[in-house]
């Protein structure tokens, strides 16, 4: 405020604008990810918290949980479970996916904010071939030159205890009687179905005594 000649003048006033508090929580980025088992998903799970003017507000207290997770998993685990906005009014954690494959939920929480919680969706999907387990098909006996009337079953599973589909078992003869011949086992390679099992048939050969058949895990197609 000027007038001129006056002694004090100008006269200055100073005001500061701050922002009001935090109104909602809303969703930014991070949802509907996929990655294997066991891993961590590539990209955080944000929220930002804003006023009622839409200006995002720093210093709120966001809160991360895992709310979901497909039967019998473990391991599933946030980087951060408590967190302070930024300057940006953002907030976000990352998620390590646990044992079993399916949906995983995680909710950012925030007190009374409309919005509040905000639900990230997310997906597991299998992991790499880790073990062959045998199923079913040992034991069998039945006359020389003859196929067993089951087949060799062995299922393939990645670390999580998971099925895995698509990878290639190969079957082989590893010991027979002492001079047989006519042994067969087909096929000699199977790839693991939606229940990551595969299967082969034993034909024996002229020979009276033990055949022993082992399975080895290949590659998994594409």
């Not at 006359?143 to 009337?149: C, F, I, K, R």
């Amino acid at each position: 405020a000027t007038s001129s000649g006056l002694s004090g003048s100008p006269v200055i006033f100073t005001s500061t604008a701050t922002f009001a508090g935090p109104t909602s929580i809303a969703y930014t980025a991070g949802d509907r990810q996929s990655a294997q088992v066991f891993t961590t998903l590539s990209s955080p799970l944000v929220v930002t918290v804003l006023n009622a003017e839409g200006n995002p507000v720093e210093g709120v207290a966001v809160r991360f949980a895992v709310a979901l997770t497909p039967v019998g998993a473990t391991g599933a685990l946030l980087s951060d479970t408590l967190v302070l906005t930024d300057a940006s009014g953002r907030a976000s954690s990352r998620l390590t996916l646990g044992t079993k494959v399916g949906a995983y939920t995680v909710t950012a929480t925030s007190g009374a904010l409309t919005g509040s919680p905000v639900e990230f969706n997310l997906n597991a999907i299998v992991g790499a071939a880790a073990s062959l387990v045998q199923i079913s098909g040992d034991r069998q006996t039945k006359q020389v030159a003859t196929t067993l009337d089951s087949a060799f079953v062995v299922q393939v599973f990645d670390l999580g205890g998971n099925p895995v589909p698509g990878v290639t078992v190969q079957f082989s003869i590893d010991s027979i009687p002492s001079g047989a011949t006519g042994q067969t086992i087909t096929p000699t390679t199977a790839t693991s179905d939606a229940q990551g099992r595969a299967t082969a048939v034993l034909k024996l050969g002229d020979k009276v005594g033990v055949y022993n058949r082992k399975g080895m895990i290949g590659e998994r197609t594409k």
